[in-house]
């Protein structure tokens, strides 16, 4: 496993060139999710993160705890290099479109518009319950939970980030592997959200072209993602989603 998450900057770089970050997540009922995934996003080397939002409530959230964050309203006035979408928000609906970016992190209810993102690489994050949903049981065991997320990354042709004890990530072309670096003090409320948050700003600032190097930037933010949860818990326990985002900080590099 790398230590190194983020990307070295340039010696020349700004906001716009280590990455755009769009995030559309949170609803009226889950508000704290795109204060949540918003986070995470801050803390993936990405420069420029606009939150796209016509609700008071969340807007107002993500305000209050990151001024630097850009709010919009329609989304035909956001262009990045990728979207994460879906925390929070039960209420997405189908026929979804958003501008063309090289990324897409689907979280939550929007995992099952895969096919209907505009985006030249997609990323599903579902946990045991939610790929059992999508219509893919998931066994306890290893080779089970590899099974279904080559099924599902196959059958959504998207990449796939199976969350659990030993998480899987899956490759549509058929590649596959695991990372059993997070524990159990990742089990509570709104740590998925974080998650997405930080791995949609990862692909926007390292960029990966390939199947191995989207892959392995999927691997990094799952790995610091779960260092940073162990971090966390060697410091107070039981964790929360915040002391997860106040651990990210310091195990980036």
Known sequence: MSKVFLKELAHDAHKYSHGTVGVIAGSRAYSGAAVLCVGGARRGGSGYITY??????????????????VVRKKISEVSVDAWIIGSGSPTLRRNFQIPLSRFAVLDASAMTLSREINAEVVVITPHHGEAVKLGFPVGADRS???????????????????????????????????????GSELATAGTGDVLAGLLGSLLASWRPETDSEIMGVIDKAVSMHA??????????????????LKALGKVGR
Request: charged residues 15%; aromatic residues 6%.
């Open 227 to 244: 260092l940073a949860g162990k971090l966390a818990s060697s410091k107070i326990s039981p964790i929360t989603a915040t002391d997860l």
């Open 52 to 69: 796209l939002s016509q609700d008071r409530l969340p807007t107002l959230l993500v305000l209050s705890a990151y001024p630097d964050v």
């Open 144 to 182: 089970s939970r590899i099974t279904a997320a080559l099924k599902m990354a196959k059958h959504f042709e998207a990449y796939v980030l199976l969350k659990g004890e030993e998480t899987v990530i899956a490759s549509p072309y058929g590649a596959h592997l695991t990372n059993a670096v997070g």
